[in-house]
Nanobody, 115 residues
Framework: QVQVAESGGGLVQAGGSRRLSCTASGNIFRFLTVDWYRQAPGKQRELVTS???????DYADSVKGRFTISRDDAKNTVYLQMDSLKPEDTAVYFC?????????WGQGTQVSVSS
């Protein structure tokens, strides 16, 4: 079993930056693909970015050029650096670690961007 936990959320002004962390327990983290999702009030959860164990990354069009995912497998941690934040980035951000039938979600961390 892998426990996943997000941290780093909070209130930030538009144009500002925030770094989220996703930390997982266990010794298989480096083999897992890690995704960041977000869910805004009244909207469906959407995929923001992914990082595979082979250093492959992908981003939603809405965050390309502003968000950067990185991982430190030695620390079992994936980071989401969010720059040039906009009010529409306000959401609960979730971390997901997966591989095959393994699928683990965190509880989410709130990011609120004020205009």
């Amino acid at each position: 079993q892998v426990q996943v936990a997000e941290s780093g959320g909070g209130l930030v002004q538009a144009g500002g930056s925030r770094r989220l962390s996703c930390t997982a327990s266990g010794n298989i983290f480096r083999f897992l693909t890690v995704d960041w999702y977000r869910q805004a009030p009244g909207k469906q959860r959407e995929l923001v970015t992914s990082s595979s164990s082979g250093d492959y990354t992908d981003y939603a069009d809405s965050v390309k050029g502003r968000f950067t995912i990185s991982r430190d497998d030695a620390k079992n941690t994936v980071y989401l650096q969010m720059d040039s934040l906009k009010p529409e980035d306000t959401a609960v951000y979730f971390c997901r670690a997966r591989k095959g039938s393994l699928d683990f979600w965190g509880q989410g961390t709130q990011v609120s961007v004020s205009s």
